[in-house]
């Protein structure tokens, strides 16, 4: 008997982009109608349930994230519904997917550079709703590798980025699409979001795989980049709603354990 479709495992392979180990980006990983759905949801909780920051709001589901683990509370069942083919179609999850953080990005708004805590495995999983983005991965300066004439018997760790022969890369998020990042991506390189209604496709490693985006942009005169002769940068003018799945593997099950 055929897998079902809920069953169909994806060969990553496939789906792998750019040189930096490893982004997988899969475009249409759910369908037009799973999206309307889950933003039903999305936009239906109490406002309670949005948390807002400087720059953004966010809901967060699964539980509190410790340090040392996670509180868990039980997720909805349509979240459970994507985290479970999250988990089916990848098979790069050892358990359950438990914890999701589900953030609201206005055209200007945007996420610092930061790697995520140290209580995940090392895999995240992000559905993107709505609007396209761009998604920037940079590595750690902490992690820098140094030249054998720099390093002093103390140095260990250098704080600058001149000279890193690991580059820069940048992925385009299509609505309805996956990425997943993990190895060095995760381990070696900070992600973030620039909080700006113009995002630089320069860097993009993933563009031939959206053939749907579509440049319709006008850009103010007063700049001259050559990023615009080439229409190398893309302007944000709608809401994006994001889906970050992670793991917890330490769970706690009751207060009085931590
Ligand atoms: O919205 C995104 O694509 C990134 C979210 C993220 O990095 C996070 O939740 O830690
Ligand atoms: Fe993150």
């Given at each position: 008997m055929e897998a079902s479709e809920e069953e169909k495992q994806l060969d990553l392979d496939e789906f792998v982009v750019g040189s930096l180990p490893t982004l997988i980006y899969v475009p249409n990983f759910i369908s037009d109608s799973e999206q309307t759905d889950l933003l039903h949801h999305i936009y239906q909780v109490p406002a309670s349930r949005w948390k807002s920051l400087k720059n953004r709001r966010l809901q967060n589901w699964g539980g509190v994230v410790h340090e040392k683990g996670l509180l868990p509370q039980e997720l909805p069942p349509w979240l459970r519904k994507i985290t479970h083919k999250i988990c089916q179609q990848t098979g790069l999850f050892p358990s359950a997917i438990n914890h999701v953080l589900?953030?609201?990005?206005?055209?200007?708004?945007?996420?610092?550079?930061?790697?995520?805590g140290p209580?995940?495995?090392?895999?995240?999983?992000?559905?993107?709703?709505?609007?396209?983005?761009?998604?920037d991965f940079t590595p750690h300066p902490r992690l820098r590798k140094l030249n054998p004439d720099e390093t002093t018997t103390e140095e260990s760790e250098v704080i600058c980025e001149k000279n890193d022969d690991r580059k820069d890369c940048s992925l385009l998020l299509m609505p309805c699409s996956l990425i997943i990042f993990k190895d060095e991506a995760y381990s070696d390189y900070l992600h973030g979001i620039q909080d700006s209604q113009l995002h630089s496709l320069r860097k993009v490693v993933n563009i031939t795989r959206c053939?749907?985006?579509?440049?319709?942009?006008?850009?103010?005169?007063?700049?001259?980049?050559?990023?615009?002769?080439?229409?190398?940068?893309?302007r944000r003018t709608n809401t994006r709603i994001s889906l970050t799945c992670r793991l917890v593997l330490k769970v706690h099950k009751n207060l009085f354990k931590f």
């Open positions: 589900i953030n609201e990005y206005l055209p200007d708004q945007g996420m610092m550079p930061h790697q995520d209580a995940y495995f090392p895999v995240v999983a992000i559905i993107s709703l709505m609007s396209p983005l761009v998604i053939p749907e985006f579509k440049q319709t942009n006008t850009f103010p005169e007063k700049m001259e980049s050559s990023d615009i002769e080439q229409s190398n940068v893309y």
